[in-house]
């Protein structure tokens, strides 16, 4: 048991050198605190607004605690999809007025520093390899 928590601390301090788990959290924060109250109706839709949010720091802590640098990239695009992915469900909840312009705004300018982080991230690899 002693050696996973090791494994763990290791895998939680390279996800966060790398400099995105800090604003995917607040990013799915921000996510939950706008969609976590919407009417019955709109449950599905806004769950999956904030599963697709999750899912970005979910992926980075994945493949960072993968064993080589192609898992790890492979992670980082995934988790780049999903921001794509939340990036969509945001201008469409904004396009039916489901959201505020505020909160719009607000998760859109942080989606769109985890996105260039990530694809900053996924091009320093590939031009090292």
């Known amino acids: 048991m002693e050696g996973w928590k090791n494994r763990t601390e290791e895998c939680e301090t390279g996800v966060q050198a790398a400099d995105g788990l800090g604003r995917c959290i607040a990013y799915y924060a921000t996510t939950c605190g706008t969609f976590g109250a919407f009417p019955f109706v709109l449950q599905r839709v806004a ?3 904030i599963a697709s949010v999750d899912s970005i720091h979910r992926n980075i802590a994945e493949g960072y605690c993968r064993r080589s640098l192609n898992e790890y ?3 980082l695009n995934i988790a780049l ?3 794509g992915e939340s990036v969509s469900g945001l201008h469409a909840f904004s396009g039916a007025k489901q959201i505020a312009d ?3 705004e607000r998760l859109d300018a942080a989606a769109f520093k985890l996105e260039n982080g990530l694809k ?3 091009e320093s690899f590939r031009t090292r390899g």
């Open 120 to 122: 900053r991230l996924i």
């Open 81 to 83: 999809a999903s921001a």
């Open 73 to 75: 990239l492979h992670f």
């Open 47 to 49: 769950s999956q607004q």
């Open 102 to 104: 505020s909160d719009f």
